[in-house]
């Protein structure tokens, strides 16, 4: 078993998940922040956080003390690495899309699975969603579609992934390989809801106003998307960066849970060139809630700058 397959299966549970500690603010609902966007509105709700525990171990390529520099000068802990995973609700044109799932309810994320309750306090019934996005097959982004006796937590819901993570990540010939949980997971989320997934292509405008990109590298099918409304423009990066300093900042170092390394870093690289050429606004599932912002060029790799945020009622 290869140092990544190891790595891929401590992600997806087969190995004790990294510690978190339980600080104050767990005890707080999930959040919930809104804003306009065009002609539309995005409400952004909080699945939980996950913890990766030390960074050497994710962020590969490096040394200990460039990683505890990169992150001291932007005031964050080197000791763990906590990401968030935050839901995006697009309510465009009288209909509600979800992207993303975030990783159900299981004892393998004691800090995620937050997301059924956090729409509800949204004012969002589940069961008026009525499409989901997914940019991959990864446990924390396809865990909410089913429950765990396999019934849909959006029964209304059309899901749009890419044909090529479905067919990987559901394959049974992953089964009893080093990728078995990845694998054993999709298979209780997607194949439940088989009947209802639509797989999209890259470039494809697959709903109004959003429009697949392939980004291949952290899987062969990982997609970003590129929202529009009016005038204003959103590009969801899902996985293509986990971190906002670390992999911003060194764009081709290795991340532990990409399945091509070489290849996620060269996408991210172009990807974040093109984004910050065109000035186009940013979302990150993983970046520091609420996770909007842009990215610009800065000493040889990009720097992630959060949009200034307020509430809206």
């Known amino acids: 078993m290869s140092t990544s397959d190891k790595s891929i299966n401590q992600w997806a549970g087969m190995n004790q998940p990294a510690k978190q500690s339980e600080p104050l603010f767990m005890i707080q609902s999930p959040p919930i922040y809104k804003l306009p966007f065009g002609d539309a509105q995005i409400i952004l709700v909080s699945d939980g956080?996950?913890?990766?525990?030390?960074?050497?171990?994710?962020?590969?390529?490096?040394?200990?003390?460039?990683?505890?520099?990169?992150?001291?000068?932007?005031?964050?802990?080197?000791?763990?690495?906590?990401?968030?995973?935050?839901?995006?609700?697009?309510?465009?044109?009288?209909?509600?899309?979800?992207?993303?799932?975030?990783?159900?309810?299981?004892p393998l994320y004691p800090h995620a699975g937050h997301l059924q309750r956090s729409l509800v306090e949204a004012g969002i019934d589940p069961a008026s969603i009525d499409a989901v996005v997914c940019s991959h097959a990864h446990p924390d982004h396809i865990g909410g579609l089913s429950t765990a006796n396999r019934q849909p937590q959006f029964p209304n819901a059309q899901i749009y992934i890419s044909e090529?993570?479905?067919?990987?990540?559901?394959?049974?010939?992953?089964?009893?390989?080093?990728?078995?949980?990845?694998?054993?997971?999709?298979?209780?989320?997607?194949?439940?809801?088989?009947?209802?997934?639509?797989?999209?292509?890259d470039g494809q405008e697959f709903l109004p106003g959003v429009q697949a990109m392939l980004t291949p590298g952290h899987t062969q099918g990982h997609t970003g998307f590129l929202l529009t409304s009016g005038n204003q423009s959103l590009y969801l990066i899902g996985d293509l960066s986990h971190h906002h300093v670390l992999l911003l900042e060194r764009p081709?170092?290795?991340?532990?849970?990409?399945?091509?390394?070489?290849?996620?870093?060269?996408?991210?690289?172009?990807?974040?060139?093109?984004?910050?050429?065109?000035?186009?606004?940013?979302?990150?599932?993983?970046?520091?809630?609420?996770?909007?912002?842009?990215?610009?060029?800065?000493?040889?790799?990009?720097?992630?700058?959060?949009?200034?945020?307020?509430?809206?009622?």
């Open 49 to 106: 956080t996950l913890a990766l525990g030390s960074p050497e171990k994710s962020f590969r390529g490096i040394s200990k003390k460039e990683i505890d520099a990169q992150l001291s000068r932007h005031f964050l802990p080197t000791d763990n690495i906590v990401i968030e995973e935050t839901v995006l609700v697009l309510m465009s044109g009288g209909k509600r899309i979800l992207f993303e799932t975030g990783t159900g309810v299981s």
């Open 164 to 201: 090529i993570d479905f067919n990987f990540w559901t394959d049974a010939k992953l089964l009893g390989s080093p990728l078995d949980r990845f694998a054993a997971l999709a298979r209780e989320n997607l194949l439940p809801v088989r009947d209802r997934i639509v797989f999209i292509r």
């Open 252 to 313: 081709r170092i290795s991340f532990a849970y990409d399945l091509d390394p070489t290849k996620a870093g060269d996408t991210r690289a172009k990807v974040l060139d093109m984004l910050s050429t065109d000035r186009t606004a940013i979302f990150g599932y993983h970046f520091p809630w609420p996770g909007v912002g842009h990215v610009a060029r800065q000493h040889g790799g990009f720097r992630y700058f959060p949009k200034p945020t307020r509430w809206i009622t």
